[in-house]
């Protein structure tokens, strides 16, 4: 059932692809690089026809003079590849056999509404802990209010799982919640995403279930975590890689979050990258909903 290697869910779900925040260290940003790329859309153009921009315009690229104004995209059925040659059905039946490959990323890093993959969850019937839109942000900016109320619809109409946000923009929940389009149920939880201390706060009171996510821990941080909305939970991880400035975390830094998570009885979550810094014997692998482990 556990269909990705980050420790602290059993699956992703990414229903939203794409992200303008630019950190960095994307891990998303390099995966899409791998899987899609800009040299594949004039492809595309000529072969598919099932897409279009959110905006309504059918221009593919940017207008750099009014990049302010990103560009969104919306699928309403998978793109594919265009088809090449496969080399053993071919040599199986004596003739040669193309064959089509799904693009799950056909707009490279550019935010990407793949409408296709809402029912995903419902077609899950065993119950899973989902990290939604781990390949984006789904509460950027530039997402239209309409993308979010369609994954949580989507989230609702599969309530057997339990389903976890993250975002670097924060606000964005408080202005769903004014609007009355933040669904609060037990089974949804949302967090934010911080590197360091200059990171956006939450305005207000936390939400319901919310937990923040430190990773990658670049600078000691000697705040309390309820500023950046988190009540209940705690991930922290050091960055994996080899980025020029890639930062490692000492073991102070790790102990301080620990510290102010223990101060609001937080749960504490440490990814497997910080064990050559604190050590396997130390390391914390608590979940708020009570449960020690995935995949119970
Ligand atoms: S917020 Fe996440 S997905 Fe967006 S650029 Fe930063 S690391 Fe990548």
């Not at 040659?85 to 990323?105: V, W």
């Not at 949580?152 to 389903?163: G, S």
Request: positive net charge; contains cysteine.
């Amino acid at each position: 059932m556990k269909n990705t290697k980050i420790e602290w869910c059993d699956s992703t779900w990414n229903p939203v692809t794409g992200c303008y925040h630019g950190c960095e260290y994307c891990y998303a940003r390099k995966i899409v690089k791998r899987f899609g790329g800009n040299d594949k859309l004039s492809t595309f153009r000529a072969f598919q026809c099932n897409w279009r921009r959110a905006d309504g315009n059918k221009g593919l690229f940017y207008d750099e003079a009014s990049r302010e104004k990103p560009m969104l995209f919306v699928i309403d059925k998978p793109l594919f590849l265009p088809s090449r040659l496969d080399k053993q059905k071919t040599k199986k039946y004596g003739r040669q056999i193309f064959e089509n490959k799904k693009a799950p990323y056909p707009f490279d890093f550019n935010p990407t509404f793949h409408r296709y993959r809402l029912d995903e969850p419902s077609r899950w019937t065993k119950p899973r802990t989902i990290f939604v839109c781990s390949m984006a942000d789904l509460f950027g900016s530039w997402v239209p209010d309409s993308w979010i109320e369609e994954v949580f619809a989507a989230c609702e109409k599969a309530p057997q799982h339990r389903y976890l946000f993250l975002t670097k923009n924060p606000q964005r929940y408080r202005e769903l919640e004014r609007a009355l389009k933040l669904p609060k149920r037990d089974n949804m939880w949302y967090g934010s995403t911080l590197d360091n201390m200059n990171a956006q706060r939450y305005p207000g009171r936390p939400l319901y279930n919310t937990f923040v996510s430190i990773e990658p821990l670049l600078e000691y941080m000697d705040v309390g975590l309820g500023s950046f909305g988190a009540d209940k939970w705690a991930i922290i991880g050091a960055e994996t890689g080899n980025r020029e400035g890639k930062v490692t975390p000492k073991k102070e830094w790790v102990d301080k979050i620990c510290e102010a998570a223990d101060l609001t009885h937080m749960a504490v979550f440490m990814k497997d990258s910080l064990i050559p810094i604190v050590g396997e014997g130390n390391m914390r692998r608590e979940f708020p909903w009570g449960r020690m482990c995935l995949n119970e």
